[in-house]
């Protein structure tokens, strides 16, 4: 498993007012999506493209189009539809697919609800978006899930990362998954309930309040 930790002026800005519990959720929608964004410039570094001869107004040559099959974003509901626009605005022609998933507060056991995936994910690159990895729970469901679908390379786009939930997708996937964590930050722990110190909170909630 590779785990990149953003390191950029800009990121750490925007987090830190995502963070904050005095940001509106209207802010915090947008600054999640333009974080995602950011982010999804270093998650999609090995995104394969092939050759694609174009002409420019002044002669023929050789550029790159993505390659086929398209990548699949995968937004785990609910708070990674949070995450949908930012990704898809970098890579428009990505296929999305869907997995509902929630942790119970008292187990903080991960069980899924809802999934709308190709039943074949042999040969695709898959982008998970989740803004929270905290015990991992929930990621490790999620890319076991596609790996049993026959997929071998996953990038799980986080916002916040805990050490513990690192910890748990490192043991449970070994070389072969091919698994990439890109993450704006990695805060220092969980609390007793599970939740990232210092974190931000529920971003679910936060995203589109408590249900
Ligand atoms: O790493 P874990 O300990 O599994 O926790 C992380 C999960 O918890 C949150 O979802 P939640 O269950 O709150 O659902 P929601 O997105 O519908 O709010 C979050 O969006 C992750 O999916
Ligand atoms: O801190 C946390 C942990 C899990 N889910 C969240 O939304 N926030
Ligand atoms: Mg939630």
């Known amino acids: 498993?590779?785990?990149?930790?953003?390191?950029?002026?800009?990121?750490a800005h925007k987090l830190s007012?995502?963070?904050?519990?005095?940001?509106?959720?209207?802010?915090?929608?947008?600054?999640?999506?333009?974080?995602?964004?950011?982010?999804?410039?270093?998650?999609?570094?090995?995104?394969?493209?092939?050759?694609?001869?174009?002409?420019?107004?002044?002669?023929?040559?050789?550029?790159?189009?993505?390659?086929s099959p398209r990548p699949l974003v995968v937004p785990i509901l609910r708070a990674g539809l949070g995450m949908l626009e930012g990704m898809t605005r970098l890579i428009p022609t990505a296929e999305v697919g869907f997995l509902g998933m929630v942790r119970d507060e008292q187990t903080l056991e991960a069980t899924t609800y809802a999934e709308r995936l190709p039943d074949d994910l042999s040969g695709r690159q898959i982008f998970v978006l989740d803004p929270m990895l905290a015990t991992g729970g929930t990621l490790a469901v999620a890319i076991q899930f596609l790996l049993d679908r026959g997929a071998r390379d996953v990038v799980a786009v986080c916002l916040l990362a805990a050490p513990e939930g690192v910890r748990l997708i490192e043991h449970k996937f070994d070389a072969r998954a091919n698994v990439t964590i890109v993450t704006a930050a990695l805060d220092e722990r969980l609390d007793e309930n599970g939740y990232i110190v210092p974190g931000l909170g529920d971003a679910g909630d936060r995203l589109y309040g408590v249900v």
């Not at 498993?1 to 990121?11: C, E, F, T, Y």
């Not at 915090?28 to 001869?53: S, W």
């Open 1 to 11: 498993m590779r785990l990149h930790v953003a390191d950029h002026p800009l990121i």
């Open 17 to 67: 007012v995502l963070r904050s519990k005095d940001t509106d959720s209207p802010t915090f929608r947008r600054l999640a999506e333009e974080l995602v964004t950011l982010l999804a410039y270093e998650a999609t570094r090995d995104v394969r493209v092939e050759p694609k001869q174009i002409q420019t107004p002044v002669t023929e040559m050789t550029g790159v189009a993505i390659s």
